[in-house]
């Protein structure tokens, strides 16, 4: 029940393109969701995070769309671009607890 | 420096000897925690420190792990007798607070451990 289940394991994407990266999760008591994004030889840094009471965020390029009923949640890149190529992890945790349960994350990898 | 630094940033040692890791967190944050990364492969939790609590140790793989934070500031993860299957990235990551938005993680850049 505590798992967070990402997908795909890699994807690539033209540039220009939409990038989807999608999560599952099981334990409806979550209520954080980030999204870090980590480059090669960098520990990861919060790229965005949503609340179960609102079904979409946008910073920019980033959106995350969130489906409480169907205890999904993913991230939308716009326009692609090659400085997006890096890793994604999506993550769940309870308001009251410092635990982050992490998603196995996602290489993205954007074609010039 | 602002953020969290972390070293050596990279270590190789031989099978059997003692390893410590160093994180120093951006300061004020009360929250510290150690991830361990394997190669392309996701955040493994450790061990984590929330001010004078009591840490929560319920990551840490074997007794060989071991972690301290002093003065509620720096802390250090030590892995004895080292295995090959430690090899990995160890990161730290520090935050203000547990919880919702004011509970962002800052991660350092990691120590790369590859044990021969």
């Known amino acids: 029940q505590q798992q967070v289940k990402q997908s795909p394991q890699s994807l690539i994407v033209q540039k220009g393109g939409i990038s989807i990266i999608n999560c599952a999760y099981e334990?409806?008591?979550?209520?954080?969701f980030p999204w870090y994004q980590q480059f090669p030889g960098k520990g990861p840094a919060l790229l965005i995070a949503?609340?179960?009471d609102v079904s979409e965020k946008k910073e920019g390029r980033f959106t995350i769309s969130f489906n409480k009923s169907a205890k999904q949640f993913s991230l939308h890149i716009m326009d692609s671009q090659p400085g997006d190529s890096a890793t994604y992890f999506c993550?769940?945790?309870?308001?009251?607890?410092?635990?982050?349960?992490w998603g196995a994350g996602t290489k993205l990898i954007i074609k010039p | 420096g602002a953020g969290v630094s972390q070293s050596p940033s990279n270590k190789v040692t031989e099978k059997g000897k003692d390893v410590e890791l160093r994180c120093d967190p951006i300061?004020?944050?009360?929250?510290l925690y150690w991830y361990r990364q394997s190669l392309g492969q996701g955040l493994e939790f450790l061990i984590y420190?929330?001010?004078?609590?009591?840490?929560?140790k319920s990551g840490l793989p074997s007794d060989r792990f071991s972690a301290e934070r002093t003065g509620g500031s720096v802390s250090t993860l030590t892995i004895q007798r080292t295995q090959q299957e430690d090899s990995a990235v160890y990161l730290c990551?520090?935050?203000?607070?547990?919880?919702?938005?004011?509970?962002?993680?800052?991660f350092g850049e990691g120590s790369r451990l590859t044990v021969l």
């Open positions: 990551a520090s935050s203000f607070m547990p919880g919702l938005e004011t509970g962002e993680l800052f």
């Open positions: 300061s004020g944050h009360t929250a």
């Open positions: 420190f929330q001010g004078n609590s009591a840490p929560d």
């Open positions: 334990n409806t008591a979550f209520d954080y």
């Open positions: 949503i609340r179960p």
């Open positions: 993550a769940a945790s309870l308001d009251s607890n410092y635990q982050l349960i």
